[in-house]
Nanobody, 124 residues
Framework: QVQLVESGGGLVQAGGSLRLSCAAS????????MAWFRQAPGKEREFVAAISWSGGSSAYADSVKGRFTISRDNAKNTGYLQMNSLKPEDTAVYHC?????????????????WGQGTQVTVSS
């Protein structure tokens, strides 16, 4: 089992930045691919970014490419999502997710473990 806890969300003006953190406990974090998904009210959960267990490969949704950066520190059992140039349409609850396996897949159904989420609100 892996437990995931997100933090770092909040209210920010358009153009601002936030860094989300995902603290993991339980099984060895370094063996898990990690991802961030988000869900806005009335919408389905959507892929944001993913990173392989080694950090050697990553993937991003087109909507966040060039603005968001996913990273991880396996020594600290923590993953991160640096979000720059935020837009009102980035407003959502952001969830951290983990899966065994080396592929940084964008498919929500491939992830076994989920955090409760952290709210990000971007004002215009």
């Amino acid at each position: 089992q892996v437990q995931l806890v997100e933090s770092g969300g909040g209210l920010v003006q358009a153009g601002g930045s936030l860094r989300l953190s995902c603290a993991a406990s339980g099984r060895i974090f370094s063996t898990y691919t990690m991802a961030w998904f988000r869900q806005a009210p009335g919408k389905e959960r959507e892929f944001v970014a993913a990173i392989s267990w080694s950090g050697g490969s990553s993937a991003y949704a087109d909507s966040v490419k060039g603005r968001f950066t996913i990273s991880r520190d396996n020594a600290k059992n923590t993953g991160y999502l640096q979000m720059n140039s935020l837009k009102p349409e980035d407003t959502a609850v952001y969830h951290c997710a983990g899966r065994l396996g080396s592929v940084a897949t964008p498919k929500v159904g491939r992830y076994d473990y989920w955090g409760q989420g952290t709210q990000v609100t971007v004002s215009s």
